[in-house]
């Protein structure tokens, strides 16, 4: 059962252009949200994160938004650069839970084209 | 300030062997969890120990077993291996709330 599901497993995108990876999920428990990023035998870097009693996050370049009642978010990068070119994951999590353990999806590749 | 490190960065083994697996904490955090990423997918959770004391298991068979040691380094242990135990195995820690993950062990099992 694929709580956490991202299901463009690629996306391709000139660089200057918006970026816009996908994320849904089907735990209506959770309430935090995180977007990593992995480059190539590198473990996943933190990106941004929003809480569920916000619709939006944004830092520099990376915007989160989250639509509760569609139990979809999305990571929005504008404007992209090559550097952007890495796996990106989708994480949920029940914040205060016994472990906070994050659930994650299975990842969008994403190449930005010079 | 150093992040999290994991050793050995590959490892080869043969079915039925058993595998440790280490981690040093990123410094001041008292909370490890280790992270199974298979081929192809996302991170899937196994287990989690905060101050010494697993308080978290991911649907993970008990031949995955851990320790958190006093300076809150880690090890993952694996009996029995066995082929589909191939993959990226992560840890991460933390203090309160916040992952910072180490770039992982990758582990082939033949």
């Known amino acids: 059962d694929q709580q956490v599901k991202q299901n463009s497993p690629s996306l391709s995108v000139q660089e200057g252009r918006i970026s816009i990876l996908n994320c849904d999920y089907t735990n209506s428990m959770f309430d935090y949200f995180l977007w990593y990023k992995k480059y190539p035998a590198e473990g996943p870097t933190f990106l941004i994160s929003i809480s569920s009693i916000k619709d939006k996050n944004e830092d520099g370049r990376f915007t989160v938004f989250l639509n509760k009642s569609a139990k979809h978010l999305s990571l929005h990068i504008v404007p992209s650069q090559p550097g952007d070119s890495a796996v990106y994951f989708c994480a949920a999590s029940v914040a205060g839970g016994a472990t906070n353990k994050l659930i994650f999806g299975t990842g969008t590749l994403l190449a930005v084209q010079p | 300030e150093t992040g999290v490190t994991q050793s050995p960065t590959h490892l080869i083994k043969t079915r039925g062997q058993q595998v440790t697996l280490r981690c040093s904490s990123q410094?001041?955090?008292?909370?490890v969890s280790w992270y199974q990423q298979a081929l192809g997918q996302g991170p899937q959770f196994i287990f989690q120990y905060y101050r010494e004391e697993e308080n978290g298991r991911g649907n993970f068979p008990p031949r995955f077993s851990g320790l958190q040691f006093p300076n809150y380094s880690s090890e993952l242990n694996v009996n029995a291996l066995e082929l589909d135990d191939s993959a990226l195995y992560l840890c991460a820690s933390s203090l309160n709330y916040g992952y910072t993950f180490g770039s992982g062990t990758r582990l082939t099992v033949v």
């Open positions: 410094s001041g955090h008292n909370t």
